[in-house]
């Protein structure tokens, strides 16, 4: 071992932190070199007045007795805190929060459905109103077609370029209803199409535009103020129809719609 | 354990090292209020973690909690005072370890070490804390103060240096030659 080995040993050595055989090579070295001793008898010097006890901080008596106090006075906190709280009884570990939580959850779950279901309801009886409202305008304004038209290949192509869909617009002359025409409309936020049907001195406005929403057959029927409105929601069109006409024969005519 | 039982753990195996945490704070902080501060939230600290401890040697335990309180505290007063100017300007004299033959005469006045201790940067004056005044080994100062073996030693080593260096007085006979 040569000095400078020696000088990177020698704290290590001091501080009694050597294997034995690093501090045999140490121990060797020393014997032989004056320069090292005299690092280690400085180094030693050093940690002598380091170890001085006079040279520690002490904390006063006082302070100790404070400390204690606080202690045990935190002590106290922790047993009053520690009593179980719903939090603690409903610990992780324990499990027994599941049924708790399953329950929530399904409590959420179903208040929601219910909240949509019923908002849902609420939407339609908005367009009902609606729809009721456009009816009886349209009679009143003069302004029942825009396409004056029994062919439906005219009034189908008329569409074309006023809305983003194509309807279905039966001939349905042979059952007895006769198309007189189609009109742009607009109901539940969007422009629709709106065909025009006659039956003796009844005219029927037919409301439809694409159904986004699932599929529901069933053919709901209202009584609103003297006029009937039947609803339903086919696969991939949803209908309005409102008239003045008696509801056996408007619903024949709805069922004759949805057979398209 | 009851609350009861705790209590007397506590006060039987943290207590008796108040003595250490509160050196170990006051030569961290350099200030007796300071010290007494983060001395008491280490140890509600410590008590409040004590079901955690599981016997090891109590001492470098409760050390490490004093030294992580004292480093939350100095890096806060750090932004208000400006302690650290005077430290970092003196640091760079360790980077040179004094030359053996250079040394003549070094001064254990203990009032001189205490100021040379306190001027000593807070990386070294901790690792030469925990290791001359609180006997700790070079794995429990590892473990306090979160660095590795190497790191220990090479603050120690470099700490020492530079107390060895401005506890001493270069002969004036050296210095005449080298001016010449």
């Known amino acids: 071992m040569n000095c400078d080995n020696s000088r990177v040993y020698l704290p290590a050595y001091l501080d009694d932190e050597l294997g034995v055989a690093e501090s045999l090579l140490v121990q060797k070295h020393l014997f032989r070199c004056e320069d090292c001793r005299r690092t280690l008898d400085q180094q030693q010097a050093l940690r002598t007045a380091l170890r001085d006890p006079d040279l520690a901080a002490r904390p006063s008596a006082d302070f100790s007795k404070r400390l204690q106090a606080a202690v045990r006075q935190a002590a106290k906190e922790e047993a009053r805190s520690q009593r179980p709280s719903w939090l603690e009884t409903m610990r992780f570990g324990s499990f027994r929060w599941i049924p708790a939580a399953i329950a929530l959850v399904l409590t959420v779950a179903l208040g929601w459905l219910f909240v949509i279901s019923r908002m849902r309801t609420s939407q339609d009886q908005l367009i009902a109103r609606a729809v009721l409202a456009d009816h009886i305008r349209s009679l009143q304004a003069n302004h029942l077609v825009d396409v004056p038209s029994s062919d439906r290949h005219t009034v189908k192509p008329w569409f074309q370029g006023k809305l983003d869909f194509s309807p279905p617009v039966p001939d349905l002359s042979e059952l007895g209803w006769t198309l007189i025409g189609g009109r742009l409309d607009y109901l539940d936020g969007r422009p629709v199409a709106a065909l025009i049907y006659k039956r003796r001195m009844h005219n029927i406005n037919v409301f439809l535009w694409p159904n986004h929403g699932p599929a529901d057959d069933a053919i709901r029927q209202e009584d609103a103020q003297g006029y009937q409105i039947l609803h339903w929601n086919g696969a991939e069109t949803t209908y309005w129809v409102v008239s003045d006409l008696n509801s056996a024969e408007l619903l024949q005519l709805g069922r004759a719609l949805r057979g398209h | ?180």
Not at chain 2, 89 to 100: G, T
Not at chain 2, 103 to 128: G, H, K, N
């Open chain 2, 1 to 180: 354990m009851t609350q009861q039982e705790k209590i007397g753990r506590f006060e039987e195996q943290i207590s008796p090292h108040l003595k250490s945490a509160y050196n170990l704070a006051k030569w961290l902080t350099r200030s007796h209020e300071d010290a007494e501060d983060i001395v008491q939230e280490a140890f509600l600290r410590a008590f409040s973690a004590f079901e955690g401890f599981r016997g090891e040697d109590a001492k470098p335990w409760l050390l490490t909690i004093v030294r992580n309180s004292s480093m939350t505290l100095l890096k806060r007063n750090r932004n208000t005072r400006a302690t650290l100017g005077f430290e970092e300007s003196l640091q760079d004299q360790s980077e040179h370890p004094p030359d053996p033959e250079e040394i003549l005469i070094m001064s254990c006045d203990r009032q001189q070490v205490r100021q040379a201790l306190e001027q000593l940067p807070l990386d070294f004056r901790e690792a030469i804390v925990l290791r001359e005044m609180e006997g700790l080994s070079y794995k429990e100062i590892s473990t306090t103060l979160g660095v590795p073996l190497g790191t220990v030693m090479s603050r120690l080593s470099r700490g020492r240096d530079w107390l060895r260096r401005i506890l001493s007085t270069p002969t004036p006979v050296k210095r005449e030659g080298a001016g010449l």
